[in-house]
T-cell receptor, first 112, second 112 residues
Framework: DTGVSQDPRHKITKRGQNVTFRCDPI?????LYWYRQTLGQGPEFLTYFQNEAQLEKSRLLSDRFSAERPKGSFSTLEIQRTEQGDSAMYLC??????????FGPGTRLTVT | DQQVKQNSPSLSVQEGRISILNCDYTNSMFDYFLWYKKYPAEGPTFLIS?????DKNEDGRFTVFLNKSAKHLSLHIVPSQPGDSAVYFCAASANRRNDMRFGAGTRLTVKP
């Protein structure tokens, strides 16, 4: 069990650029979640997958955001046409069924 | 919508004493509650959980108490240790739904 990993750990991009983050969940965890955390706040749910199916999306996930989990293993989160308001920590978590969610270290995005 | 609230942004206690972190929620549908601990530059780490069918759950130095009528839960750490210094998040979900709601966190400092 190597834990949830995320790549990159930090990303600085210019407004208007596209960015993509990757999450590798704990093996044998069938659920994968994406959260966003801004300064002074707790994580906010964005979306989750059960295997390769994206089953729920928050209203926070605008049309510029897309997430995939093509083979039910790793997942990617893409943000198109980034805005300064997208600057945040993006956290990935995984779980076995509806059990406890285990978080990765996060990807810190800074949009300049 | 702040359905989970941690009204104390920070708490400082002496090593060996009890730390009590509080959390209030507004959604009466919440039936599963968790506490996570977060160190800088790391993702949240699961600490302890409680189902609404219980009013207490204990794991070593950590005990979570749930008062459903008051919509309040608390985390007790006894005895507190300097390594417990971190940000603690309270989280809640309804029917094991996957859009867990987090509080804004309480920064605990345990002084030697």
């Amino acid at each position: 069990d190597t834990g949830v990993s995320q790549d990159p750990r930090h990303k600085i991009t210019k407004r208007g650029q596209n960015v993509t983050f990757r999450c590798d969940p704990i093996s044998e965890h069938n659920r994968l979640y994406w959260y966003r955390q801004t300064l002074g706040q707790g994580p906010e749910f964005l979306t989750y997958f059960q295997n390769e199916a994206q089953l729920e999306k928050s209203r926070l996930l605008s049309d510029r955001f897309s997430a995939e989990r093509p083979k039910g293993s790793f997942s990617t989160l893409e943000i198109q046409r980034t805005e300064q308001g997208d600057s945040a920590m993006y956290l990935c978590a995984s779980s076995r069924g509806g059990g406890v969610e285990y978080f990765g270290p996060g990807t810190r995005l800074t949009v300049t | 919508d702040q359905q989970v609230k941690q009204n104390s942004p920070s708490l400082s206690v002496q090593e060996g004493r009890i730390s009590i972190l509080n959390c209030d929620y507004t959604n009466s549908m919440f039936d599963y509650f968790l506490w996570y601990k977060k160190y800088p530059a790391e993702g949240p780490t699961f600490l302890i959980s409680i189902s609404s069918i219980k009013d207490k759950n204990e794991d070593g130095r950590f005990t979570v108490f749930l008062n459903k009528s008051a919509k309040h839960l608390s985390l007790h750490i006894v005895p507190s240790q300097p390594g417990d210094s971190a940000v603690y998040f309270c989280a809640a979900s309804a029917n094991r739904r996957n859009d867990m709601r987090f509080g804004a966190g309480t920064r605990l400092t345990v002084k030697p």
